[in-house]
């Protein structure tokens, strides 16, 4: 069983930044892979970025040169720091770790930018 228990979310004005933060209940890595989506109402949840455990890394085009995912393997956490936000950048972000060949979420943090 894995927890993934997320944190950082809030209001900002767009061009502001939020960094959010995921914490894993397990050693990160367990995790091949860990990353971030996210969904708006009556849509797709749709991939933000992921990182392996080595390290790379894969961004959705949207958030190219804004957003930065990083891992903590000592700290079992994944983070994503959000820059030049925009209001389309508004959602519910979840945490997300490949663990066994399951993937596993967290519960959600909103994300809400105005304009």
């Known amino acids: 069983q894995v927890q993934l228990v997320e944190s950082g979310g809030g209001l900002v004005q767009a061009g502001g930044s939020l960094r959010l933060s995921c914490v894993a209940s397990r050693s990160a890595f367990s995790f091949n892979r860990m990353g971030w989506y996210r969904q708006v109402p009556g849509k797709q949840r749709e991939l933000v970025a992921t990182?392996?455990?080595?390290?790379?890394?894969n961004y959705a085009d949207s958030v190219k040169g804004r957003f930065t995912i990083s891992r903590d393997n000592a700290k079992n956490s994944v983070d994503l720091q959000m820059n030049s936000l925009k209001p389309e950048d508004t959602a519910v972000y979840y945490c997300?770790?490949?663990?066994?060949?399951?993937?596993?979420w967290g519960q959600g943090t909103q994300v809400t930018v105005s304009s």
């Open positions: 990182i392996t455990t080595g390290g790379s890394t």
């Open positions: 997300t770790a490949l663990y066994y060949g399951s993937n596993y």
